[in-house]
């Protein structure tokens, strides 16, 4: 009998993370979903990481080459994708067991929805688990002036979103994934699978949510101002503090703003 199913294409970007990479690999590829286009976009690696995708032969479509940043690397993916319905995980973030098929359900028993996202576990750089991120329903309001309300690794989207809004803002290093959501929100609908959790978000001191905080922080407040947000929103605060304690006044601070806000996000 033909596999009805729609196809999901999945993208992952990277760049010299081959510590990391074959668990992302390994989370999409054991998946229990068929059919999954699955496409890594190298950035030029020299630590392995081509050696490593080269393994898999025809399992993953891949390629390595130098690019313009993440956001171009992953809009590169995104122009490639065949699927109806794309997922994007950054090659130290996993995938949850059965993560495509609960969100793809999900989202055939909702044709109305164009995104779907759900909680979030928090791990370490070893792997084990540090506590979950727990979202709320998408609200325009809150994610413009109090953060971004949508975990990226756990978020599931329908590809008639690029035709709707565009790719990824080239321009943006740090905070792409706000941005699209923001994008995304302001004209289609977004909505939360309670109860689930899709995916597992790596935070560890060298990962890019953390070492750069200070270059997102400038991205983040510039991309809610241009969407309406309030000036001296609670994100503002928030962000503000982190950003000033990372630049000047060393990490003790930081990871205690941190971590309140992770609690007070939801």
């Known amino acids: 009998m033909k596999n009805q199913n729609p196809l999901v294409s999945i993208v992952t970007p990277s760049f010299n993370q081959v510590h990391f990479l ?30 490593l995708l080269k393994t898999y032969g025809n399992r993953i479509d891949w390629v390595s080459e130098k690019d313009r940043g993440q956001s171009n690397g992953i809009n590169k993916g995104f122009r490639k994708a065949k699927g109806e319905i794309i997922g994007w995980i950054n090659s130290d ?71 709707e809004i565009g790719y990824l803002d080239e321009k943006l290093h740090y905070a792409m994934d706000y941005d699209f959501w923001t994008r995304i929100g302001k004209k289609l609908k977004i909505k939360k699978m309670k ?37 001296y929103s609670r994100m503002y605060f928030f962000h503000y503090l982190r950003w000033m304690n990372k630049v000047f006044f060393g990490s003790p601070l930081y990871s205690f703003i941190r971590d309140v806000h992770l609690r007070l996000r939801g």
């Open 93 to 163: 973030d996993t995938y949850e067991p059965g993560a495509i098929r609960r969100a793809v359900d999900f989202l055939q028993k909702n044709p109305d929805i164009d995104v779907v996202y759900s909680d979030c576990n928090i791990i370490l750089k070893d792997g084990r688990n540090n506590g979950v991120i727990r979202t709320q329903e998408f609200d325009m309001y809150k994610q413009l002036n109090h953060g971004n309300i949508i975990p990226q690794p756990t978020a599931f989207f329908r590809k008639r979103v690029f035709g």
């Open 22 to 51: 074959k668990d992302t690999i390994e989370s999409v590829l054991q998946q229990d979903y068929s059919p999954i286009e699955y496409i890594v976009v190298d950035g030029g690696s020299t630590d392995g990481s081509v050696e």
């Open 195 to 231: 109860g689930e959790i899709l995916a597992n978000f790596r935070m560890y001191p060298e990962s890019k949510s953390i070492s750069h905080y200070h270059l997102f922080w400038p991205e983040i407040y510039e991309i809610s101002l241009r969407n309406s947000g309030e000036r």
